[in-house]
């Protein structure tokens, strides 16, 4: 079991982090100057996935939802959020902006449930009472509880306009949150004896947490002093405080992501969100700490906005 979650782990990292050198490799001027490309490309694989799982997984419940089209949905979704980075330059008085697309995107999703619904709502016989609106409601859960993860990735990729810091970000929020779970894992296999949310999650511990701060802490310093100057060479002017900050406020925000899905988990009678990736479970199982660390990474990321060097 541990060395296939150890394969698992590695084979998705290298894949991610060669991913992201290309997709900076493309954001630089003498290359297409769009960062983001290749983002895009996985973040429409990555939610379509997972929307695809948590489809399933409430499938397990009294309410089905059509698959083709909450995926569809959820794919039209994160192409909206993206748009931004299919142009050169983003006009700067663009009134939508960044979120503004994010959020253009979330609608079309709910109008796209609300157009499939109207089209195949059939009067006679006539569907159970309230069945349309529960089928409604746990469609928008998907798209608002995935955009909370792919609304902010385009901010955190377009920060300051500047392709190395843009990309230390995503890493940053990747390694400190991934890093955190590894500690959690590993410390709390070998001296977790107190529970932390028994009836959530019962392997989590109150030492494997505290093992999970660490990680997150180690890993915003490894990208930070390491990665970002010497691979990307970049630096990242923040005050000493930051750092910190980052580790522990972004790891706290990933163990809150870790148990939601845990709840959903519980509520569907669901182990794993699917089991294609051995040792780890599904893309949720991997995703489920970003999706509430991205948003408070990003927070972090503009409250002491010194600007990078270049």
Known sequence: MLGRRLISAAVIISSMLLLLYFDYSLG?????????????????????????????????????????????????????????????????????????????????????????????????????????????????????????????????????????????????????????????????KRFGTVKLAPKLSPGKTVQGALGAFIGGCVGTAIVIYIVAPVILSTEVNKPWWWFLAYGILVTSAGMVGDLAESLVKRDTQTKDSSSWLPGLGGILDIMDSLVFAAPVSFFLWIIADLPASP
Request: hydrophobic content about 55%; some cysteine; glycine content about 6%.
């Open 28 to 188: 630089r001027p003498e290359s297409l100057g769009r960062p983001g490309l290749l983002l895009c490309g996985l973040a429409v694989i990555l939610a379509a996935m997972a929307a695809s799982e948590l489809v399933l997984m409430f499938d397990n419940v009294a309410c089905r939802l059509n698959h083709h089209v909450v995926v569809f949905a959820t794919v039209a979704m994160t192409c909206t959020a993206f748009a931004p980075v299919l142009w050169r330059d983003q006009p700067f008085n663009c009134p939508l902006g960044h979120f503004g697309w994010a959020m253009a995107g979330i609608v079309l999703a709910i109008v796209l449930a609300f157009i499939h619904q109207m089209r195949t709502f059939n009067p006679s016989p006539s569907p159970a009472n309230g069945e349309i609106i529960d089928q409604l409601g746990r469609s928008a859960l998907i798209f608002i509880y995935l955009s909370m993860l792919f609304a902010f990735l385009v901010p955190h990729r377009l920060l300051q306009d500047n392709n190395a810091l843009g990309l230390v970000s995503i890493v940053t929020l990747i390694t400190s949150t991934k890093l955190a779970d590894s500690f959690a894992y590993f410390i709390g």
